[in-house]
């Protein structure tokens, strides 16, 4: 079983020449050539809330462990953005139509992925986040 | 202001159902549809297990940007550890630290500018580390 990622930005104007990205990673356990073999699925979300909310809950077990996230805000407000935190430190946002794919560590219990919808009111509406967790090992997750 | 697209296209079997994701975003300036005008790509060689600042907020002049980040290494062993936070000169001790890149892996991610972007080679035999920041 295989899990693979494909990478491509193009662009034809930031620089004098054209600019083209392209690169695939397997996913794979840590240290290893053996593919991951467990995942969260792909999750849908709507969000409102303008303080953190769990995304996705460490679990020190996981430290030493792969895992590969996916995160896209699905909004179409370009103005609406998610704030990205890691234990409290802030990553970025990711704007209407953003996507991230970073591994995560989870160097202890605080080290949950978190999002808010920072900038969120009654009058926006909520912002639809998916997400994604490719990782291994039964007991990665707190709840598992 | 340019065009830039960053795509993503995820495929697994892990599950009875394969799962099948693609997605293209537009890179624009933040809360805008402004595209962006700058970019920077770099690749370096590490010789050290040192936590070095890989980008640093002073290097990017806005409070929005995208990251790539890409361990080109075929062996599947060695990984870097990357991490965000306040750094110093090289005293790691207020990082958070983000995941490991294996060899082969990548990793695409806005950054909010607040604080550099560190990375820590697993070996210290030439570990090659390639990135690109647009903003």
């Known amino acids: 079983m295989a899990t693979t990622a494909t990478f491509t930005l193009t662009s034809a104007d930031i620089a004098g020449d054209p600019v083209n990205v392209s690169k695939t990673a397997t996913c794979t356990k840590a240290g290893a050539t053996t593919d991951l073999d467990q995942t969260t699925g792909l999750n849908r979300v709507h969000l409102r809330s303008t303080t953190n909310k769990v995304l996705l809950a460490a679990n020190a077990e996981g430290n030493d462990l792969s895992a590969k996230v996916y995160i896209i805000n699905k909004a179409t407000d370009p103005t609406l953005y998610l704030t990205v935190t890691i234990n409290a430190q802030t990553i970025g946002k990711l704007y209407a139509g953003d996507w991230m794919f970073i591994p995560w560590s989870q160097t202890d219990t605080s080290a949950d992925i978190e999002v808010a919808a920072t900038n969120w009111t009654a009058s926006t509406g909520d912002i639809p986040v998916e997400y994604a967790l490719f990782h291994e090992d039964t007991d990665f997750l707190t709840n598992a | ?50 936590q070095v600042d890989l980008i640093t907020t002073g290097s990017v002049s806005t409070t929005h940007a995208y990251v790539y980040i890409n361990n080109p290494s075929t062996d599947h062993t060695e990984y870097f550890t990357i991490a965000i936070g306040n750094a110093g000169a090289g005293t790691p001790t207020d990082t958070e630290e983000i995941g490991r890149l294996y060899g082969g892996d990548f990793m695409w991610f806005p950054w909010d500018v607040d604080d550099d972007i560190c990375v820590t080679p697993s070996v210290s035999t030439d570990m090659t580390v390639e990135y690109m920041v647009f903003s």
Do not use: E, Q
């Open chain 2, 1 to 50: 202001m340019a065009t830039v697209t960053a795509a993503i296209a995820l495929s697994s079997d892990i599950t009875d159902s394969n799962i099948s994701v693609s997605n293209t975003s537009t890179l624009f300036t933040a809360g805008t549809t402004t595209g962006l005008d700058t970019m920077t790509s770099v690749t370096k060689v590490l010789k050290s297990t040192d």
